[in-house]
């Protein structure tokens, strides 16, 4: 136990004050330290979105019966945030999430709610591009599904939270570039219709 707070305290001195604490947390515990001992070494808040009350929430609903869960997929089922694929015949019928709510779903929208107001950070572009597309409740959905698997990931498998915005660029791009080959083959494309030299 003294290790790991001797730990925490070399690697994790900030308090997190971008943090915003509720004036009903209890004072005198640390929330901070109680979640690093309570997941052994996970600092879920790490996580731009995640509150003090959500690892909180997470704690009394799932705690570390996350365990139990043998995928991401399963776990964002069982909270009902995956959507509910009706195929009949290879066609699409539906495609909704399914009704019901728990606790840690409720916190989790919550917090894809307060991701979806943050400036310029990996999730809350994320959470715009879906927003701009399919409107803001999806959005909401669809971000609190990939924080549920990113704490899943972080606990069961442990992985440490990075955000991929290097990598975001990287697939844009490869993206952009393919729909751009496909209009210069589709349209015939030249140099000379361009208008530059290379």
Known sequence: MLNSINLYKVYYIDKKVHKRVNKNTPKNIDINLLS???FEGVDLLAIEGVSYSTVLT????VGTGIH??????????????SPNNKISGGKVLSNRIPKGSNRLKIALRNAANS?????????????????FRK?????????????????????VK????????????LDQKRKKTTQMKKLITKFDIT????SFQL
Do not use: H
């Not at 997470?58 to 609903?61: A, F, G, Q, V």
């Not at 964002?76 to 945030?81: D, F, G, H, I, K």
């Not at 140099?191 to 361009?194: C, K, S």
């Open 36 to 38: 690093y001992q309570y």
């Open 58 to 61: 997470l704690i009394s609903e």
């Open 68 to 81: 139990k869960f043998q995928s991401a997929k399963q776990f964002t089922s069982w909270l009902r945030l």
């Open 115 to 131: 991701i979806g107001n943050l400036k310029d950070t990996a999730l809350s572009n994320f959470f715009k591009r879906i927003a």
């Open 135 to 155: 409107g803001r409740v999806s959005a909401i959905s669809a971000t609190a599904r990939k924080l549920a698997i990113i704490i899943w990931n972080m606990i």
């Open 158 to 169: 442990r992985v440490p939270y990075k955000p991929e915005t290097e990598y975001q660029f």
């Open 191 to 194: 140099i000379n219709d361009l």
